[in-house]
Nanobody
Framework: VQLQASGGGLVQAGGSLRLSCAVS????????MGWFRQSPGKEREFVVS????????NYADSVKGRFTISRDNTKKRVDLQMNTMKPEDTAVYYC????????????WGQGTQVTVSS
């Protein structure tokens, strides 16, 4: 499974950005998908995940109500809509995939930089 994240960039505080993750390889619908982020000097942190069917999502408290994850299994893509962005959202964002029966994200994309200016 190969993951390719895109859509990062520079945005002002309060603005919006949409990230996309294109998936190639094995059937996409068999995987739960997630987004993680890592800021300089900090450990990588969980942002949000979505089940293989799209029926279940899980958000970090820091992004609840501002970020929305979605997936399109026919297009093999997962998106992250980020609204009301804050400077503390600045990080490299990674998409990841895991088997639905596993707790560990096994496949990772290369990351895309998101910078929120104050």
């Amino acid at each position: 499974v190969q993951l390719q994240a895109s859509g990062g960039g520079l945005v002002q505080a309060g603005g919006s950005l949409r990230l996309s993750c294109a998936v190639s390889g094995r059937p996409f619908s068999g995987y739960d998908m997630g987004w993680f982020r890592q800021s300089p000097g900090k450990e990588r942190e969980f942002v949000v995940s979505i089940s293989w069917s799209g029926d279940s999502t899980n958000y970090a408290d820091s992004v609840k109500g501002r970020f929305t994850i979605s997936r399109d299994n026919t297009k093999k893509r997962v998106d992250l809509q980020m609204n009301t962005m804050k400077p503390e959202d600045t990080a490299v964002y990674y998409c990841a995939a895991k088997y639905s029966w596993s707790s560990d994200f096994k496949y990772w994309g290369q990351g895309t930089q998101v910078t929120v200016s104050s």
